[in-house]
């Protein structure tokens, strides 16, 4: 069970934290430099066009290092599970926010639509499921706990005493929310009943 976050792109209910590349803020700096020389170039002129090609093959490289490190944490998600569920994100919306220039660069959306198709091709049961409040809700006693800013990285219930990553604490609200929807609870699945469920490999659930 995962939730895909900013600082760490990813977060597991079984406590990884796997890192955020940011690959067009890594070469941000670059692509301006660039960009200006585009901008300082005579209008239509060839190299104009040669300072236009750079930049495109700058922003193909961004794109690249993105897909591919979307592909190998797909398969190592893969590699650990049998069942995976993440959020299903108003993607939209988060592009239009404050946040944006951010969830942009992690490219969430290419990122799930990648886990879907690795999960299909690997023989991995993949869902997604409600994200709303997954990082105000304490996933051992399911009290709410309230909006978290930014800055506060620790989940800490005053219910439970439950202290964890707040990245971890949504992806565990994330894997609650799961299991519901399948039909399936914690003991089933420790039991091996899978209920309606495609035969899945015996591994850990994320």
Same mark, same amino acid.
């Given at each position: 069970?995962?939730?895909?976050?900013?600082?760490?792109?990813?977060a597991?209910?079984?406590?990884?934290?796997?890192?955020n590349?940011?690959p067009f803020?890594?070469l941000?700096r670059?692509?301006?430099l660039?960009?200006q020389?585009?901008? %300082? $170039?005579?209008?239509?002129?060839?190299?104009?066009?040669?300072a236009q090609y750079?930049?495109s093959? &700058?922003? #193909? *490289?961004?794109?690249?290092?993105?897909?591919n490190?979307?592909?190998e944490?797909?398969h190592?998600?893969c590699?650990?599970a049998?069942?995976?569920?993440?959020?299903?994100?108003?993607?939209?919306g988060?592009?239009?926010?404050m946040?944006?220039?951010?969830?942009l660069?992690?490219g969430?959306?290419?990122f799930?639509?990648?886990?879907?198709?690795?999960?299909?091709?690997?023989?991995v049961?993949?869902?997604?499921v409600d994200? %709303? $409040?997954t990082?105000?809700?304490?996933?051992?006693?399911?009290t709410e706990?309230?909006?978290?800013? &930014?800055? #506060? *990285?620790?989940?800490s219930?005053?219910?439970c005493?439950?202290?964890?990553d707040r990245?971890?604490?949504a992806?565990q609200v994330v894997?609650i929310r799961?299991?519901a929807?399948?039909?399936?609870?914690?003991?089933?699945l420790?039991e091996?009943?899978?209920?309606?469920?495609?035969?899945m490999?015996?591994?850990?659930?994320?």
């Open positions: 069970w995962i939730d895909v976050g900013i600082l760490s792109f990813v597991t209910s079984t406590g990884e934290l796997f890192p590349p940011r803020k890594s941000e670059k692509l301006k660039l960009q020389r585009v901008s %300082r $170039k005579r209008r239509g002129s060839r190299n104009q066009k040669k750079k930049v093959k &700058l922003y #193909e *490289r961004i794109g690249n290092i993105r897909k490190y979307h592909w944490l797909a190592n998600l590699d650990q049998g069942m995976i569920f993440a959020e299903d994100l108003n993607l939209k988060l592009t239009k926010g946040l944006s220039k951010h969830c660069d992690a969430w959306g290419q799930l639509q990648i886990l879907s198709q690795c999960c299909l091709k690997r023989g049961f993949f869902q997604k994200a %709303r $409040k990082s105000q809700i304490c996933p051992n006693c399911l706990t309230g909006k978290k800013t &930014l800055a #506060e *990285r620790v989940h219930c005053s219910n005493g439950y202290t964890t990245d971890v604490a992806a894997a799961g299991l929807a399948v039909g399936h609870t914690v003991k089933m420790s091996g009943k899978f209920i309606g469920i495609p035969e490999k015996e591994s850990p659930l994320l």
